[in-house]
């Protein structure tokens, strides 16, 4: 077998288990992943949550936007096989005591993302424990980098993009990001010794088969986010 980057679980195992779920969190570890990526945005209480859309519709049984209903009602819905939505709390002591590192993804809710970063890494500079890997905290919204930058200066950001953006080096200047965080059918081995050639690290989501994971290091990538880190760990195949 070839050699394959350090595995990121996705949402956890979100191909094995109900996504950004405690279960997800706990399947990825027991699966040898050393690190998970989760997505955080707020409740109506201002709560920082684990989730990933904007609306309750696709992975609960509750419906509308996240950001209506406080931390009390979203603890009333299912998120799948009869887990709740967990706070970020409750996944970074989840992740703690099972020894993954952690990306914290601030997701980009119109007008709320300053402060999603900031409570978000408010709260994990308080709970993470001071002897392990910094939390790499990542985003789409330049504002949220701009204000973890702001909260947690020392901690590695990664700038989250489908593809890299025509300014992307005036940016990682200006959130003084580590990394790259980059759709995996765009990472041509040119353009990835490009960014490493900028001193950047370069991650690549969304990687379910393991040729591909493999063809990846090879390129120079660092580790790979994938919902189905048993399939990369096995060698098999995914659809
Ligand atoms: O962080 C990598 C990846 O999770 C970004 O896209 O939509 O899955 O949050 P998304
Ligand atoms: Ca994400």
């Known amino acids: 077998m070839l050699p394959l980057p350090p595995l990121i679980g996705h949402r956890g195992a979100a191909g094995l288990a109900p996504e950004n779920t405690l279960e997800s969190f706990a399947l990825a570890a027991d ?3 050393p690190m998970v990526e989760f997505d955080v945005r707020l409740s109506a209480d201002r709560v920082p949550v684990v989730f990933h859309d904007d609306t309750l519709d696709r992975c609960t049984d509750g419906s509308g936007p996240v950001a209506a209903l406080t931390l009390a009602q979203l603890k009333r819905l299912d998120a799948g096989g009869g887990q709740s939505i967990p706070t970020l709390t409750e996944v970074l002591a989840l992740c703690r005591d099972r020894r993954l590192a952690v990306n914290i993804e601030i997701k980009p809710d119109v007008g709320a993302e300053a402060e999603t970063a900031r409570l978000a890494l408010e709260i994990a500079g308080a709970v993470w424990p001071t002897d392990r890997p910094l939390p790499l905290v990542s985003s789409f919204s330049h504002r949220a980098l701009a204000s973890a930058r702001q909260v947690a200066p020392h901690w590695p ?11 992307w080096r005036r940016l990682v200047d200006i959130y003084e990001c580590k990394a790259l965080n ?4 765009w990472l041509t081995a040119t353009r990835v010794t490009e960014i490493k050639a900028a001193g950047l690290a370069v991650l690549a989501y969304t990687v379910n088969r393991r040729s591909r994971a493999e063809m990846l290091w090879f390129r120079g990538v660092l580790a790979v986010f994938s919902d ?10 995914s659809i």
């Open 182 to 185: 980059l759709d995996h059918s």
């Open 228 to 237: 189905r880190p048993d399939l990369l760990v096995r060698g098999e195949h």
């Open 31 to 33: 699966l040898g992943c």
């Open 157 to 167: 950001r990664g700038l989250l993009a489908e593809r890299l953006p025509k300014n």
